[in-house]
């Protein structure tokens, strides 16, 4: 498992991580017992299918990198 994405509130209060992993229990079982009860985490399974991605403005695209 690994994680892919860190976003962090700007105020400090939260983040939202995106993980690869064979599960959700997975994940939930490493960030409960690595970060014990500092913190609530919820993990939930995305809908990659739902899921999108668009560059954001201003941001200038790169052109993908082939193998």
Same mark, same amino acid.
């Given at each position: 498992?690994?994680? =892919?994405?860190?976003?962090?509130?700007?105020? @400090? !209060?939260? *983040? !939202?991580? =995106?993980?690869?992993?064979?599960?959700?229990?997975? &994940?939930?079982?490493?960030?409960? !017992? !690595? =970060?014990? %009860?500092? +913190?609530?985490?919820?993990?939930?399974?995305? %809908?990659? *299918? #739902? *899921?999108? *991605?668009? #560059?954001?403005? @201003? &941001?200038?695209?790169?052109?993908? &990198? +082939?193998?």
């Amino acid at each position: 498992m690994r994680v =892919l994405q860190f976003y962090p509130a700007r105020d @400090g !209060t939260g *983040a !939202t991580c =995106l993980w690869e992993a064979p599960s959700v229990e997975a &994940i939930q079982r490493y960030v409960d !017992t !690595t =970060l014990g %009860d500092s +913190s609530v985490n919820t993990c939930y399974e995305v %809908d990659a *299918a #739902q *899921a999108f *991605a668009q #560059q954001p403005s @201003g &941001i200038r695209e790169f052109a993908a &990198i +082939s193998p």
